[in-house]
């Protein structure tokens, strides 16, 4: 061993000066780490005790309950409508998203200012995030679902519109090509050219975020826009916290279920190969 | 001509049949969702101008004519948002490490036990499906209001995200070098340690770093159930109809999600850059 570590010092040195950076970030990020959980109140104390409590809930929690028969049906109703929501909202946003994808890509329109233009509005639609786009719906609908499904549908506009025109970007020019070639016009390309082509990945695209919003709608509901996320706070807040951890169940059983049906689909489209793109 | 017409024909049947198919479950979904289009035509008017009645201060002036009084909060919020940056930098960190221990459990070419892996697959599974506000709810009641609840809540949903995207990584990993390692008598860890670790970090960085810029998102709305952050002075304005502070507060939450999401990616290419020279 010592004749090994003769030939070859250099692997034995622990700190070889090649890993002087890699330590320096490191360090830069625990320091910052720390002192992060110091500003936010991790030393103070309140750890160790939430800690013990959160312990206590969790036991408190099990076994799943839904209380009564009456609980348990509001609960599946209020199940579907939240499936109805991310429904809704999901394909209205792919209907009114593909002219804006189609504004929005390279190979379909050609004036700058206009592309410039639908992207930003894409990106800002984007940034703000679910909650606030149904908090502003609830202002403008008054609460309840409706509100909810308008708010999946404003921040999926933003999504979709972004993947719509990269997938049309993805297109192969040849399909347009060979119909300006007959006397098509610009019109005439994009239907017949592109559309067929990029069909299945926006299809899947939409199964795809199905899936999520079916998440994204169990906790609009917190702010008042219906679906289960309503029922799911009021038990938190109350402390039902057997209510709670049934109402968690049925949601974990539905999206597991929505996963399944809509990778099925998804697999039935676009074949086993394809993937999603982006 | 006869069979092109009948193949055609038979086509179009299809396309008809689901767009009916589509067309009865939006039908059904929007009874459900409680959709009422007189509702909507009748109130959509107060969409546009209740965006633009975001920028108009209480004197009826437009916000950029006097910023003072636009931002007149600008210290409170510029504090908040650091806390916000904090939540995110912290909760991303704490459930990436915990991630990047648990996918080595979790991956199915190296883990050392089948239970261990399902136990841990499993265990991903729950904590990326219960969305995160509903973890914040539930540790606003153990550790009380405030940002600590959030953190928690923000690592818990980015170590099952990231537990998940770890674990596919490793096992697409060269496993000559773990061998190698093994077959010297080492322990279970520290082949993972030498052989595996080496070849996953850049792209265990280039996943966090991703999961960051979302969990920024993702924290700026945790203070709508209490759990710290920017979120709190969101909601109190948006429910008090204080106009200008909303447009005031989003105006600076999507200037710094733009900052941080051109600075993550910057960096995430120049770690993908790393991999290629190694």
Same mark, same amino acid.
């Given at each position: 061993m010592d004749a090994v570590r003769e030939r070859y010092p250099e692997h034995f040195k622990?700190?070889? +000066?090649?890993r002087l950076p890699m330590i320096a970030v490191a360090t830069a990020m625990l320091v910052l780490l720390l002192y992060g959980m110091q500003v936010l109140g991790f030393f103070d104390g309140k750890l160790l005790s939430g800690m013990g409590r959160l312990v206590e809930i969790a036991g408190l929690?099990? %076994? %799943?309950? %839904?209380?009564?028969w009456a609980h348990a049906r509001a609960y599946g109703m209020a199940l579907i409508e939240t499936v109805a929501i991310a429904l809704l909202g999901t394909l209205s946003a792919a209907i009114l998203a593909l002219p804006v994808g189609l504004l929005a890509a390279r190979n379909v329109t050609a004036q700058r200012i206009v592309r410039f233009l639908a992207r930003r509005s894409l990106d800002t639609i984007r940034s703000v995030d679910i909650l606030i786009w149904a908090l502003i719906w609830i202002n403008v609908v008054g609460l309840g679902p409706f509100a909810g499904a308008l708010a999946i549908m404003t921040s999926d506009i933003g999504s979709f519109g972004k993947l719509f025109s990269e997938a049309i970007e993805a297109a192969d020019r040849k399909p347009v090509e060979g119909i300006t070639s007959t006397g098509g016009g610009h019109f005439m390309g994009i239907r017949f050219g592109i559309l067929p082509e990029v069909f299945p990945v926006l299809v899947s695209q939409v199964l795809y975020y199905f899936e999520s919003n079916t998440r994204s709608a169990t906790i609009i509901g917190i702010v #008042?826009?219906? #679906?289960i996320g309503l029922h799911l706070a009021e038990a938190i807040r109350t402390l039902e916290l057997q209510q709670t951890s049934f109402i968690i169940l049925m949601i974990l059983v539905t999206v597991a279920a929505i996963d399944l049906v809509s990778s099925q689909l998804r697999f039935a489209m676009?074949?086993?190969?394809g993937g999603v793109s982006g | 001509m006869a069979a092109y017409d009948a193949s055609v024909r038979s086509r179009r049947w299809h396309t008809l049949l689901m767009v009916a198919c589509v067309a009865a479950a939006m039908l059904l979904a929007s009874i459900s969702a409680e959709v009422s289009p007189v509702k909507f035509l009748e109130n959509i008017h107060r969409f546009p101008s209740y965006i633009i009645r975001l920028f108009y201060l209480e004197n009826g002036q437009p916000v950029w004519t006097d910023i003072g009084e636009w931002f007149w909060g600008l210290n409170r919020w510029l504090r908040l948002l650091w806390e916000t940056l904090l939540m995110a930098y912290v909760g991303t960190l704490l459930g990436a490490v915990a991630a990047s221990c648990l996918a080595f459990l979790g991956a199915a070419n190296v883990a050392p036990a089948r239970w261990i892996r399902l136990v841990v697959r499993r265990f991903c599974e729950l904590c990326r499906t219960v969305p995160e506000l509903v973890f914040a709810l539930l540790f606003v009641i153990a550790?009380?209001? #405030? +940002?600590m609840a959030g953190v928690l809540a923000v690592a818990i949903h980015t170590l099952g995200a990231l537990g998940k995207l770890f674990a596919e990584v490793v096992e697409n990993i060269d496993m000559k070098p773990v061998e190698g390692v093994s077959s010297t008598g080492a322990a279970w860890h520290v082949a993972m340690r030498f052989g595996a670790l080496p070849q996953v970090l850049s792209n265990f960085a280039s996943y966090a770093l991703l999961r960051f810029e979302i969990n920024v998102r993702g924290a700026a709305v945790m203070g709508f159930v209490g759990a710290g952050g920017i979120g709190q002075d969101l909601i109190e304005a948006i429910r008090k109809f204080y106009y200008s502070d909303v447009s005031a507060i989003l105006v600076m939450i999507l200037i710094t999600v733009a900052i941080i999401d051109s600075l993550t990616s910057l960096l995430r290419h120049r770690l993908i850059g790393l991999e290629g020279k190694n």
């Open positions: 622990r700190l070889g +000066p090649q929690m099990l %076994p %799943p309950d %839904p209380g009564s #008042g826009a219906g #679906g676009i074949g086993r190969r | 550790f009380g209001l #405030g +940002p």
